[in-house]
């Protein structure tokens, strides 16, 4: 398995601010993404996050509403930004090793927007 | 894009029952994996299985890949089994994983 470290655990944020979130992985892995968690719902990928070049997004999720950074192999950032209370959610990152089939997931960051 | 239907979306049971939890997927994968998200949000990893039978204790899978689904087994339940059981895929030649909507169990005592 691997240690995956998020942070914030939860924060709430007032309308129209930004906010980073930081996942921090203990050894190297290929693949980082980033989901999402709407309150009573699944797990949607908002984005594969792409260590030296430009997140890979997924429909209905854009660069200018959610900028990743992953500048090396152990570390990402995602920024919610100009955030509405419907951006109030679990936000995940999920890592998977290269050579390894299985994904797993940090502890996720609880963002409530006022 | 592959579907992933997960039934039943509620289970109720009283401490001591036993469950099935079944996970159809639409399309060849690679990968598939059951997660247990508990009541505090943290999604916990159950079983790696894009085939075959696996057990860890109370718990066991299976998955038939040439017929599309896997089911998800728990005996003996416990009240802290309960929350959302995920059956998640990657499809062949694909990187993400897709979530199935999940199953919600509550384990009365």
């Known amino acids: 398995s691997a240690v995956i470290s998020q942070k914030p655990s939860r924060d709430i944020c007032q309308r129209g601010t930004s906010l980073t979130i930081q996942c921090q992985v203990d050894?190297?892995?290929?693949?980082m993404f980033w989901y999402r968690q709407q309150p009573g719902q699944s797990l949607t990928l908002i984005a594969t996050a792409n260590q030296g070049s430009e997140a890979t997004y997924e429909s209905g999720f854009v660069i200018d509403k959610f900028p990743i950074s992953r500048p090396n192999l152990t570390f990402s950032t995602l920024t919610v930004s100009n955030m509405s209370p419907e951006d109030s959610s679990i936000y995940l990152c999920?890592?998977?090793?290269?050579?390894?089939?299985?994904?797993?997931f940090g502890e996720g960051s609880r963002l409530t927007v006022l | 894009g592959i579907q992933v239907e997960q039934s039943p979306p509620d289970l109720i049971l009283q401490e001591g029952a036993n469950s099935t939890l079944r996970c159809n997927f639409s399309?060849?994968?690679?990968?598939l994996q059951w997660f247990h998200q508990n009541p505090w949000g943290q999604l916990i990893n159950l079983f790696y299985i894009p085939s075959g039978t696996k057990q860890n204790g109370r718990l066991s899978a299976t998955t038939v890949a040439t017929e599309r689904y896997s089911l998800l087994y728990i005996s003996s339940s416990q009240t802290t089994d309960s929350g959302v059981y995920f059956c998640a895929v990657i499809i062949q030649g694909a990187q993400k994983l897709v979530f199935g909507q999940g199953t919600r169990l509550t384990i009365n005592p």
């Open positions: 050894s190297q892995v290929t693949m």
């Open positions: 999920s890592v998977r090793r290269q050579g390894a089939g299985e994904l797993f």
């Open positions: 399309d060849s994968v690679n990968n």
